[in-house]
């Protein structure tokens, strides 16, 4: 290969390898979580069990019949939460962002009309 053609190659940095490792490791944990939580082994990433999923901004599979997708990011910057959501599929499940900032915390983001309908079925629950 001539020297032209190696300087045309998109070079990949080592801190975009580590965060897409990173990334992928946030989305094996919270597969791992979601199983124990619920007691259900077929949780899975979605890049292991369904690519039609992955393809289409949803990151965990098993979570469809709880009625939720999950798209995990791991960002030390602010993703934008309003575009993940409208790339997600719109289906009858809540479409969810799970979002974990290294060595600040977590959080989970979804539509406002989603959460009032959440929280209709959880004050429903308690009456």
């Known amino acids: 290969m001539t020297q032209q ?3 045309l190659r998109k070079k990949t940095s080592s801190k975009t390898i580590n965060a897409r490792r990173a990334g992928h490791q946030y989305e094996r944990d919270l ?9 259900d082994e077929d949780i899975s990433t979605s890049r292991y069990s369904s690519r039609k999923l992955d393809d289409a901004k949803v990151d ?14 791991r960002y030390k910057n602010n993703p934008n939460l309003f575009e993940i959501l409208n790339e997600m599929p719109t289906d009858d499940c809540i479409n969810t962002v799970f979002w974990k900032k290294p060595h600040v915390g977590e959080i989970v983001s979804m539509n406002k009309q989603d959460f009032y309908e959440l929280l ?6 308690r009456k």
């Open 5 to 7: 053609k190696k300087s």
């Open 31 to 39: 597969a791992k979580e979601l199983r124990e939580l619920l007691g």
């Open 60 to 73: 965990i599979f098993g979570t469809q019949k709880y009625g939720f997708h999950i798209q995990a990011k």
């Open 120 to 125: 209709i079925i959880l004050i429903n629950e």
